[in-house]
């Protein structure tokens, strides 16, 4: 019998899975500037549970920051900035509540409460409210969204939610310019608290040539997207998140 290759050990049939998953992936957040993370999280995480957080994190750098140099005329400089803030306590939170508590219960927590702020949003929406971007609620969604990335990957939900009503290119570029330095906050924190082994680096190997590929198909989507399916496609793809990752859970 022939022997069968294998990376990190996965099949090769996955790895090319793998890598066809970031690509989607990565090209829907290239083009939202969010989406790799939500999408593909929970279908990494079956596969082999290390993708998830660290891999996922490492990975998705060269895009986030690929995006918001492509797109740095349309940053909301302002709101970035107080979004920031709520990132650091944030991803300590998030770290401390990976050494302390149950990863299952921390990933159905992230779920449901992703799954609420989608509904809250659509109630509103309907009422013809909107979440305002005020330091408030921009420091607030930064806290949950560093919590959520370091805990499940998936931080994308709380600071679309908060931009939703915006102009497609600012929102892209915005989340792009926090989820940046988010991210290398995070990263940080992985290998102070030694989370990054060489497992996790062979693993992001595997799924960064579909995550550098995601940003040129991207640029050829982000601006045929028009505003008016933005915040749709924003509340769709958020309610895809805690659903899969409810299921990943569950399984």
Not at 10 to 26: D, E, F, H, N, R
Not at 96 to 101: D, Q
């Amino acid at each position: 019998m022939l022997a069968v290759i294998e990376i990190a050990g996965l099949p090769i049939y996955m790895v090319v899975v793998c890598t066809l998953l970031a690509l989607i992936g990565s090209s829907v957040q290239g083009s939202l500037g969010f989406g790799l993370g939500m999408l593909t999280s929970p279908i990494f995480a079956m596969i082999d549970q290390s993708f998830v957080p660290v891999a996922m994190m490492l990975a998705v750098m060269p895009l986030t920051f690929g995006v918001a140099l492509r797109d740095r005329h349309y940053i909301d400089a302002s709101g970035f900035k107080w979004a920031l803030l709520g990132r650091f306590p944030g991803v300590f939170i998030g770290i401390v509540a990976l050494r302390a508590m149950n990863k299952d219960a921390l990933s159905y927590a992230v779920a449901s409460s992703v799954a609420i702020a989608v509904i809250i949003s659509v109630i509103t929406a309907r009422r013809g409210q909107v979440i305002k971007t005020t330091p408030i609620t921009l420091s607030s969604a930064g806290l949950a969204s560093g919590f959520m990335g370091t805990v499940t990957s998936i931080g994308g939900p709380p600071m679309a939610l908060v931009y939703q009503d915006g102009e497609p290119r600012t929102i892209r570029a915005t989340l792009a310019a926090f989820f940046s330095i988010g991210v290398v906050i995070t990263v940080i924190g992985f290998l102070l608290s030694g989370e990054i082994g060489r497992h996790e680096l062979i693993l992001t190997l595997v799924i960064l040539p579909g995550v550098l590929g995601g940003l040129p198909v991207s640029s050829l989507l982000g601006d045929r997207l028009p505003a008016h399916i933005m915040r749709p496609l924003i509340l769709v793809i958020c309610a895809m998140s805690a659903s899969l990752l409810f299921l990943q859970t569950a399984l």
